[in-house]
T-cell receptor
């Protein structure tokens, strides 16, 4: 049981390049989330999904797109990377069954640098 | 916004209790108080949560003020492995706001 995994662990992009971050979970969770964490700051929610085929915007969605084609995977895309998107990206999942009791399980993070 | 206020940093001696405070004066009646911690270079992990009553689990205890405007996470015996950033979060439907947390240093 690997829990939540993220690919890649590190990436360096040039301004204007595109890339996709992959999050996978093997816990059969309904809900999945993408956060970003800037130095010295807490996590901010980018997008989330409450089930396969659904996505919703979080606190800081601009410049990102997401897709949830399979229940176990949640993809985060940057179409045209900007230096302001340099950050550590965390994926999380939860059962979605417990409402405000819901516990989130986090992946190890992807460190992205945009030059 | 369901925001919380925590001290930026705290220190504790190893094997002593640690009380991490959190203020949440804008809490509403249906908000749950969750605590997560983030070890260096890792993703956050769940610690504990509660609504009104004090809660205990194997990791920590959570003491909630009677008016629910503040809470305290209690680590009964701090170890070096407890050095982390601790986040106090108000959890409501559709919202999961982390804030900047308290960085706990444990001194051997």
């Amino acid at each position: 049981n690997a829990g939540v995994t993220q690919t890649p662990k590190f990436r360096v992009l040039k301004t204007g390049q595109s890339m996709t971050l992959l999050c996978a979970q093997d816990m059969n969770h309904e809900y999945m989330y993408w956060y970003r964490q800037d130095p010295g700051m807490g996590l901010r929610l980018i997008h989330y999904s409450v089930g396969e085929g659904t996505t919703a915007k979080g606190e800081v969605p601009d410049g990102y797109n997401v897709s949830r084609l399979k229940k176990q995977n949640f993809l985060l895309g940057l179409e045209s990377a900007a230096p302001s998107q340099t950050s550590v990206y965390f994926c999380a999942s939860s059962t979605g069954l417990a409402g405000v009791f819901d516990t989130q399980y986090f992946g190890p993070g992807t460190r992205l640098t945009v030059l | 916004d369901a925001k919380t206020t925590q001290p930026n940093s705290m220190e504790s001696n190893e094997e002593e209790p640690v009380h991490l405070p959190c203020n949440h004066s804008t809490i509403s009646g249906t908000d749950y108080i969750h605590w997560y911690r983030q070890l260096p270079s890792q993703g956050p992990e769940y610690v504990i949560h509660g609504l009104t009553s004090n809660v205990n689990n194997r990791m920590a205890s959570l003491a909630i003020a009677e008016d629910r405007k503040s809470s305290t996470l209690i680590l009964h015996r701090a170890t070096l492995r407890d050095a982390a950033v601790y986040y106090c979060i108000l959890r409501r439907v559709g919202q999961f706001y982390f804030g900047t947390g308290t960085s706990l240093t444990v001194i051997p």
